[in-house]
């Protein structure tokens, strides 16, 4: 009985060839996970990670708003209304009028309200001087927050000026470039007025 030849081992199988590409997924991933394995690192020894830098001309640093004030006014330029410039007013032989409110006013600023009771006062001034009208107006607004143990309170100064006129036309009764007027919103309680 013949002995049959000792079996040879089976051939090892051959390792798969990496081509460019597959090569260079694996390197890169490798490179994420040691990036990942460094900022577990870094946090378990309490540093915080650093941000990746941003792109230049893209931040923009957050504007601070002052609600503390609030500054409006009619503009630079004395202002007459459309209709009183239609009707060819006569200018009155009177100097300018100024009037200077001073009101202090809780839980919101209702700016116009206060800008008509202002300009009234100019108004009165002018009938006094025998005019009916008012000619080159202009105004300016600041609002001063203040708070207190009782809350929060709002100290508006108004000024308004004003030459005296007589005109065919009656006076609107209502202050130029309302629309420039900026108040607080709210429902306001006035608390006192100064007059100056």
């Known amino acids: 009985m013949t002995s049959s030849p000792p079996s040879s081992p089976p051939p090892s199988p051959q390792a798969p060839r990496l081509n460019t590409p597959t090569l260079s997924r694996i390197l890169l991933w490798g490179a994420r996970g040691s990036r990942k394995a460094v900022a577990h690192q870094d946090s378990q020894d309490g540093s915080a990670p650093t941000a990746p830098p941003s ?10 708003a002052n609600d503390h004030e609030v500054e409006c006014s009619s503009g630079t330029e004395l202002k007459t209304h459309p209709r009183i410039i239609d009707a060819n007013p006569e200018c009155r032989d009177s100097d300018v009028i100024m009037h200077r409110d001073v009101f202090v006013c809780l839980d919101g600023v209702d700016t116009r309200r206060l800008l008509l ?4 006062r100019v108004f009165e001034k002018v009938e006094l001087l025998g005019g009916n009208a008012i000619i080159d107006e202009r105004w300016s607004c600041k609002i001063c927050k203040h708070e207190t ?5 709002y100290r508006i100064s108004i000024t308004y000026q004003g030459t005296p006129a007589r005109c065919s036309c009656p006076d609107p009764q209502r202050p130029v470039a309302i629309d420039e007027a900026k108040g607080i919103q709210g429902l306001m309680s006035v608390v006192s007025r100064h007059c100056h």
Not at 55 to 64: F, L
Not at 117 to 120: D, G, H, P, Q, S
């Open 55 to 64: 792109p230049s001309g893209t931040a923009k640093k957050p504007v601070k």
């Open 117 to 120: 009771l202002t300009r009234r």
């Open 149 to 153: 143990r009782r809350g929060i309170v």
